[in-house]
């Protein structure tokens, strides 16, 4: 740092100072704008461009501009629609009690007991690299593992444990489960294994030098500073589950039907006014459930 | 090999009279000069359809036999293709659709009309394009859906090929006796077991044929039940769903072999050349012969209507119905809708594949010698027709209650 | 953590464990790839082993009725489509995640902004996007309209990981040097970069991941020329064969390698950065 201030005349240091203060003041705004110009060009015009098609007139065969609160009547008073809500929300919260409970102690080992940077990044990318082979040729390759004929049966059946194939292993409720749990947990894995890796090590050694356990550690020291991943990662979680179509449709055999799900089949039904009110009201979803995990911490704080 | 190359030759001569039919009728946004100028080479086809259709062995044979300058295909399933076409995309010239799918597209005019003059290779086709077969009242059918007009000289699709489908079934499991009906898909006799395509279009055709053959129901023309007719198959359809009855919904080709090569559906309603690639994995599949009838459908070309390509969508589609493109699809186990099919197909392969003959000659996927043609002959299968796929009059409530049996 | 050692081989098995949940389909994959061609299906019994599909992928297998899978120009495709969608997001991301350092009116708007990005259902902004393209006049391209959906997408992964980053990060040097006159420009590049950089890294990992793998945004946006996804995807109305497997197999493969060399240049390096300290030593010595 010395040298770099060192490096930099009085003169020059002086007017970068005045510029830097001005620039302080208004930097955010330099910073923002690119981003948001972004968001708002490609993100909020077509999904206004949505949230207006979800207002058109349908008919059989065609969709026109005249606007009508009809799409909007039909989701609210069909018992089909919100029991896809139900079981959408009910499926999210075990994927994402599922990815938290399994994915902790692995991001626990990787960012606390992998001391050399490299290691862990290399742990880290392994994680990730069943991810570079497309969802579709992993979710294929789920049915000759958990298919009636498929690997675990025939395994199980070798070693005498069972005489029956075990059929709900595959195209049930369980099987997008275990597919999902095994698709998103990574992406609970990583944001907890940066936060607890950037955990300043002499917090913990002052801990342990004032005699606390390890638990107590874990519980007071470690724990609370890895929320901010938790958080992340829950969120990246929430949202990808949330929205999920592709794993539920082909891992329950197309019979577990998400909101994800209802809007595909409505958009290639050509009811795309309908479509739009599903996608509004999932991402309304989405909106209260990330609000409500920013609530336990809000990563905007101390900023 | 003799057969391709006349037939090449015959083709290029019918090109150079499509051009010459072009100048004298002045059609077309180029003046006639120009359009000769404008030949093929200067244009491409930016097709789309099922990867049944879109091959690239066939588009590249088109490319080298037509002379069009560039050609490229993409491969998709038809509700992705018809949101993308009905969007507006202009990435395309034609569509390789289904017949049932055309009213949504006529509607909107995204797409135009064929001349049937501007096709050298119309002449020979088959009797149930051109007019309606007894027993389905005329709208009903293939013939009532694809001309754009009453003198029949424009379609709106020009058929490729067609097919009717039953069930297909694993013989070491299920006898034909049980499976030769479309109840078989819904008998708890083979609970968990069976699978269903996931088209509402097509379950619920299906769900109305089983209700009719128990007696549940009475609809004359399955492809186009009423409200209460709807509502009906729809309750008989989630009961089935929740107490267990199909081990999984199938959406395309790929997925309906893989289920049923790997034993998790033993009993589905299929397409017969699915039937014949599970067989050509050595797993043996049979095709049933369903009491009530055949569910008819028909593929073709349909030309999009801002396309700057027009030439080029009428050369291919003439291309399809002069021959290589129809024996490839044919020993896929579908139909050409060209007679002419019988004169470039070899005689013993013909026989097996349109006549009911035995199989001669090696063993190929699976089919051995003597081996017979589930369902037999064209003739017999065509004069079995239950129904044809169309487009619902009451395809809004029809897609509400599918979207019940889903979420069931 | 005071390293106990017990709960360490604890975690370490577990962790292997984990990764080898992870793995489980691969397993699979890599048996069935051998599977017997080209008439074997993606299914248990292995009729025969062979490296059929292999080949098959390779474009060295003698013609057969199987297509070969049309991945070349879409694994190109996908490959730059998900490069420059990384740089782009984290870019943003990163900018965007700076500027939330300090309090500023409108935060919380801008904030759910920019989450809203990875909310919205893709099928829906695909259609949006395509309905405005249409109204504009504009043509669908996977390096145009599809590109920007998955910025769109990809953006608030990195703005969240980044913004986790500089959450209790302690801005006491960077404050230093700017007290020191040291342009804020320079200040981000050798003060602030570095201590985000393992942030940054993730970032990108999570923007290529997931843009390469990305289907609803581009199914509708993509225009005539797909990319890898729905290039598989479109083989699933044919007849679904074991090369894809052999194909996954092959691409898990080659990730592995890149992985091993990027260890082995980071373990080399470390060590020659060690090795030059030492000598440093010396000579002040």
């Known amino acids: ?51 207006y098609v979800s207002f058109w007139t349908q008919t059989t065969f065609s969709i026109s501009s005249d606007l009508t609160t009809k799409s909007w009547e039909t989701f609210f008073a069909s018992e089909t629609y919100f029991a896809a809500l139900m079981r959408t929300l009910r499926l999210w919260l075990i994927v994402l009690a599922l990815t938290f409970v399994i994915g902790y102690p692995t991001a626990l080992f990787i960012g606390q007991y992998v001391t050399n940077k490299t290691t862990q990044t290399v742990l880290l990318v392994a994680c990730v690299i069943p991810f570079w082979t497309s969802f579709l040729i992993r979710v294929l390759a789920w049915r000759p593992m958990l298919g009636r004929e498929g690997a675990v049966n025939i395994v199980l059946e070798k070693l005498g444990l069972i005489s029956q194939p075990i059929e709900v292993l595959l195209f049930t409720e369980l099987s997008v489960i275990i597919g999902m749990v095994q698709i998103y947990v990574v992406f609970m894995v990583g944001p907890i294994a940066f936060m607890l890796a950037r955990i300043d090590q002499s917090l913990i050694e002052a801990a342990r030098d004032l005699g606390a356990s390890s638990w107590t550690i874990f519980r007071r020291v470690i724990f609370p500073l890895s929320l901010p991943g938790v958080i992340v990662g829950a969120i990246f979680v929430s949202v990808m589950v949330l929205g999920e179509f592709a794993t539920a449709s082909a891992l329950s055999g197309r019979k577990v039907n998400l909101l994800g799900n209802i809007i595909v089949t409505q958009v290639g039904s050509l009811k795309w006014a309908f479509a739009a009110v599903v996608g509004v009201i999932l991402t309304i979803v989405m909106a209260a459930v990330i609000t409500a995990l920013l609530r336990v911490v809000n990563l905007r704080r101390e900023l | 090999m003799s057969n391709l190359s006349i037939n090449r030759r015959k083709f290029l001569a019918r090109t150079s009279a499509l051009g010459a039919a072009g100048l004298v009728g002045g059609r077309g946004l180029l003046g006639s000069q120009q359009a000769f100028a404008a030949a093929l080479g200067d244009l491409e086809l930016r097709t789309v359809g099922l990867s049944v259709t879109v091959q690239e062995r066939i588009l590249n044979d088109f490319k080298e036999r037509s002379g069009v300058g560039a050609v490229s295909g993409k491969a998709d399933i038809y509700p992705n293709t018809q949101t993308e076409l009905l969007s507006g995309s202009r990435a395309y010239d034609c569509w390789e659709t289904i017949g049932e ?19 050298s290779n119309w002449s020979d086709i ?45 013989p070491d499991l299920v006898s034909a006796e049980e499976a030769n009906t479309w109840t078989s898909i819904f008998d708890e006799k083979f609970k968990g077991k069976t699978g269903l395509n996931v088209d509402p279009l ?3 055709g299906q769900a109305v044929l ?39 919904l199938w959406g395309d080709f790929g997925e309906l072999v893989n289920l049923l090569a790997s034993g998790e559906m033993i009993l589905a309603d299929a397409w017969q050349p699915a039937v014949m690639a599970v067989k050509a994995q050595g797993i043996e599949c049979s095709y049933a012969v369903p009491r009530e009838g055949y569910r008819a459908w028909s593929i073709g070309i349909s030309m999009i209507a801002e396309t700057p390509n027009e030439a080029a969508v009428k050369a291919y589609a003439d291309y399809w119905l002069s021959g290589p493109p129809l024996i490839t699809v044919s020993e896929q186990g579908y139909y050409s809708p060209t007679q002419k099919i019988k004169d470039i197909m070899p005689a013993e392969k013909y026989g097996f594949w349109y006549e009911g003959q035995p199989w001669v000659g090696a063993p190929e996927r699976g089919i051995k010698e003597g081996d017979l043609r589930d369902g037999g002959s064209l003739a017999e299968r065509s004069g079995q027709v239950a129904y044809w796929h169309q487009w619902p009059a009451e395809y809004d409530h029809l897609i509400q209650k599918w979207d019940e049996f889903l979420s069931a | 953590m005071q390293r106990t050692p017990i709960l360490g081989i604890a975690l370490g098995l577990y962790s292997a464990l984990f990764i080898a949940f992870l793995y489980g389909p691969f397993v699979v994959m890599g048996i069935i790839s051998f599977q017997q061609g080209p008439e074997g299906g993606p299914q248990f019994p292995i009729i025969d082993w062979s490296v059929f599909w292999y080949q098959h992928v390779l474009g060295f297998a003698p013609p057969s009725r199987v297509a070969p899978l049309p991945i070349g120009d879409a694994l190109a495709r996908s490959l730059s489509l998900a490069f420059a969608t990384m740089v782009v997001s984290t870019v943003l991301g990163t900018l965007t995640a700076q500027a939330f350092r300090r309090k500023f009116k409108g935060a919380g708007v801008v904030f759910y902004l920019v989450v809203l990005g990875m909310m919205v259902p893709g099928v829906l902004l695909g259609l949006g996007m395509a309905l405005v393209a249409d109204n504009l006049g504009i ?17 608030p992964f990195c703005f969240l990981v980044m913004l986790a980053i500089f959450n209790r990060f302690d801005s006491s040097v960077e404050e230093a040097a700017w007290a020191l006159g040291v342009p804020p420009g320079r200040v981000f590049r050798k003060v602030t970069f570095p201590l985000i950089f393992p942030g940054v890294l993730s970032a990108m990992l999570f923007a290529f991941t997931l843009s390469y793998d990305e289907f609803p945004r581009t199914l509708f946006t993509g225009g005539a020329d797909v990319t890898m996804p729905l290039a598989i995807y479109g083989t699933f109305a044919v007849e679904i064969h074991p090369n894809l497997f052999a194909f996954g197999v092959m691409t898990t493969l080659f ?31």
């Open chain 1, 1 to 51: 740092m010395d040298a770099t201030a060192a490096a930099v005349p009085e003169a020059e240091r002086r007017r970068n100072r005045a510029s830097a203060g001005l620039l302080r003041r208004n930097r955010h705004l330099l910073l923002l704008a690119p981003g948001v110009i972004w968001m708002v060009l490609f993100l909020i015009v077509p999904l206004g461009m949505m949230v």
């Open chain 2, 210 to 248: 089983a209700m009719n053959a128990l007696g549940l129901l009475e609809v004359p023309n399955p492809g186009n039940p009423s409200i209460e007719e709807i509502d009906e198959a729809a309750k008989f359809l989630i009961a089935k769903k929740k107490a267990g009855q199909f081990r999984a």
């Open chain 3, 255 to 285: 990730s592995f390698a890149l992985l091993t060399v990027y260890g082995l240049l980071m373990v080399h390096s470390v060590r020659r950065a060690r090795a030059r300290n030492a000598g440093v030593q010396e000579d002040i010595a």
């Open chain 2, 126 to 170: 088959r009797e149930i394009f051109l007019a309606p077969q007894d027993g389905i009242s005329p709208e009903a059918q293939i013939s009532g859906q694809i001309w754009a007009d009453d003198a029949k000289t424009k379609l709106w699709m020009v058929p490729t090929f067609f097919n009717f489908d039953s069930v297909g079934y694993r």
């Open chain 2, 202 to 204: 097509i379950a619920f």
């Open chain 3, 139 to 155: 043509d669908r391209n996977w390096w145009s309209t599809a590109f920007v959906l998955h910025v769109v997408y990809t953006y």
């Open chain 2, 101 to 119: 799918r055309l009213p949504a597209m006529t509607f909107t005019n995204t797409i135009a009309p064929i001349d049937t003059g501007d096709l």
